[in-house]
């Protein structure tokens, strides 16, 4: 294909695409929305583990009774706060490393009771 027949392909696809009201083309990103929840007033554990990790050192995240979904984004800016890898897995969320007094901080901020074992 020559440049001219890819700005012909190019200018019909633009020409297909959605328009607001003011004649403009929208351009929006589909944004994942967490549902509307809050905290219980229930405590949540946090300790660290090693035992049947073969040595390495885990900090746990249990007791929050959430959705899914809302689980899973606490866990992702949990990960981002403390700067590790983790998951979410059983209600629990598991990160890699020792991050107790940085876990407890941050959920503390958000509405949770936090009480360390």
Not at 25 to 52: G, I, L, M
Not at 82 to 90: I, M, W, Y
């Amino acid at each position: 294909m020559s440049v001219k027949d890819w700005k012909n392909a190019l200018g019909s696809l633009y020409d297909a695409m959605p328009k607001n009201p003011d004649g403009d083309h929208v351009y929006e990103e589909p944004v994942a929305e967490v549902p509307a929840w809050k905290p219980s007033k229930e405590p949540v554990y946090v300790y660290k583990d090693a035992k049947r990790r073969a040595g390495k050192t885990v900090t746990i995240v249990e007791g929050i009774q959430a959705p899914d979904e809302v689980l899973d984004d606490l866990g992702k800016r949990l990960k981002t706060q403390c700067g590790s890898g983790g998951s979410v897995k059983d209600g629990e969320i598991i990160l890699q490393g020792d991050f107790k007094q940085k876990v407890k901080d941050f959920l503390e901020k958000e509405g949770f009771k936090v009480k360390l074992r």
